[in-house]
């Protein structure tokens, strides 16, 4: 092998070790057998000088493999910029591109849901993530110190702000803002949906962040009955079948009666007959609700549910730990991409 080929595969090793993450696996490229095979084809006199040249480039690869990996230990190459929308490693800068990505499970989810309400004829508004003692608490007709409010399990900041703990943080909000509506004859009808924090020990069937949707709906003449059927309607159409609902009293400051929904969980959903699964609370909106958003409770009456999201997508898609949606693992995901 003439002496300039020996140069040129020297080049090419070594460019080749400057780009390796695993600089070692140079050491074994096929190129050393071709030199060295090719030594039974030369002449005597040729022989000497072409197993030099190939000894030194042999070090030549040696010497740049131990400095590339010195380089790769001490962390002199560029960190990956994880929060960067484009490739920063690379020398020519792109956009990563976006069908590597896909949707939240939940997020599709909720819009599925949001979509149902909205169709039935009912707005939607987003929770809050921060809020205050009076949305979460007084206004929910929770009295001052009253043992119910331990129940929501509920954090706070110094400053005194609370993440919510439901989405009936938003209900007073609803009612003053739908006041107008029902003055002119109308109804409020409102569902508020997103994310609500609860200071829980986490297993597969708690989280300290998960998400809900509540509905709020008021006229002069609503009823629990309405309400039931509202319900009825939203679980059929999620599950795209026919249901058995049922109730039992629970107890909530905020509504009066209070009930617990619960739906019979279907045979396609691996569910056996007389299998209850308990899926919101409910209830008509207690008169102290009303007249803390200025609605007079004699002349209007309505009902609200809320619940979680999760436990809805779990049962539809039999999934069985609360943790995967939080937990950002791409295989959870990508079952649902
Ligand atoms: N906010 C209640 C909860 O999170 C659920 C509920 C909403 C009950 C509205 C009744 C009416 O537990």
Redesign the pocket.
């Given at each position: 092998m003439p002496s300039h080929d020996i140069d040129a595969v020297r080049q090419q090793l070594l460019k080749r070790v400057e780009a390796s993450e695993t600089p070692r696996d140079v050491l074994r490229a096929p190129e050393f057998k071709d030199l060295y095979s090719a030594i039974g084809t030369l002449s005597p006199e040729e022989k000497g000088p072409y197993g030099k040249a190939v000894n030194e480039l042999k070090q030549a690869v040696e010497a740049a493999v131990e400095a590339r990996t010195m380089q790769l230990e001490s962390g002199d190459v560029i960190a990956l910029d994880v929060t960067a929308p484009w490739d920063v490693n690379s020398s020519r800068p792109a956009f990563l591109p976006t069908n590597e990505g896909s949707q939240h499970p939940l997020t599709k989810e909720m819009d599925t849901v949001v979509n149902i309400f909205t169709r039935m004829g009912f707005d939607a508004v987003e929770s809050r993530q921060i809020d205050d003692d009076f949305h979460m608490f007084g206004s929910l007709n929770f009295p001052e110190n009253h043992p119910a409010r331990d129940g929501y399990d509920t954090f706070r900041t110094e400053e005194g702000f609370i993440p919510p703990?439901?989405?009936?943080t938003m209900q007073n909000r609803i009612l003053q803002e739908g006041k107008a509506k029902l003055e002119a004859g109308g109804q409020i009808a409102a569902i508020s949906y997103g994310r609500v924090f609860r200071n829980e020990d986490v297993d597969a069937t708690h989280e300290h962040t998960f998400h809900?949707v509540?509905g709020v709906f008021v006229s002069k003449d609503a009823t629990l009955g309405d309400m039931l059927g509202t319900l009825r309607s939203f679980f059929e159409v999620y599950y795209g079948q026919s249901l058995r609902i049922k109730t039992q009293p629970a107890y909530?400051p905020?509504?009066e009666p209070?009930l617990e929904f619960q739906i019979e969980k279907p045979a396609a959903l691996n569910g056996k007959p007389g299998e209850w699964l308990e899926m919101?609370?409910?209830?008509m909106i207690h008169p102290n609700v009303l007249t803390a958003a200025g609605i007079d409770p004699t002349v209007y009456r309505g009902f609200?549910?809320?619940?979680g999201i999760e436990r809805l997508v779990m049962l539809k898609y039999g999934i069985e730990d609360l943790r995967h949606f939080e937990s950002a693992k791409l295989n959870f995901m990508r079952k649902f991409a």
């Open positions: 703990a439901h989405t009936s809900q509540e909530f905020f509504v209070g919101l609370g409910c209830g609200a549910w809320g619940g």
